[in-house]
């Protein structure tokens, strides 16, 4: 069972950039890996994903402005997020998943607050 941690997050203002990081506990290049974020009140949104050969997606909402990559080598899944918005704000998760299995990992949440 992998486990993640995330790291990043914070206070910026509107037009910043930040980047979060999520660390897993064994070899991530058999996993998905996704990124998603919620509001209180509101289901868990996608903000990207990226396959085990490195082809990523976005939903329109952050396409041109969030990036996820991941460093297999270092178990490290990434989003940078640049011109970030005040709707960015929300908490951020990290999750892994083995195509072919139905079950999905989750880090802790990590929160960002963009302010206006």
């Known amino acids: 069972q992998v486990q993640l941690v995330q790291s990043g997050g914070g206070l910026v203002q509107a037009g910043g950039s930040l980047t979060l990081s999520c660390v897993a506990s064994?070899?991530?290049?058999?996993?998905?890996m996704d990124w998603y974020r919620q509001t209180p009140g509101k289901q868990r949104e996608w903000v990207a994903g990226i396959s085990r050969n490195n082809i990523a997606n976005y939903p329109d909402s952050v396409a041109g402005r969030f990036t996820i990559s991941r460093d297999n080598d270092k178990n490290t899944l990434f989003l940078h997020m640049i011109s970030l918005k005040p709707e960015d704000t929300a908490v951020y998760y990290c999750?892994?998943?083995?195509?072919?299995?139905?079950?999905?990992?989750w880090g802790q949440g990590t929160q960002v607050n963009v302010s206006s």
């Open positions: 064994e070899k991530i290049y058999l996993y998905a």
């Open positions: 999750s892994a998943v083995r195509p072919g299995f139905s079950t999905y990992y």
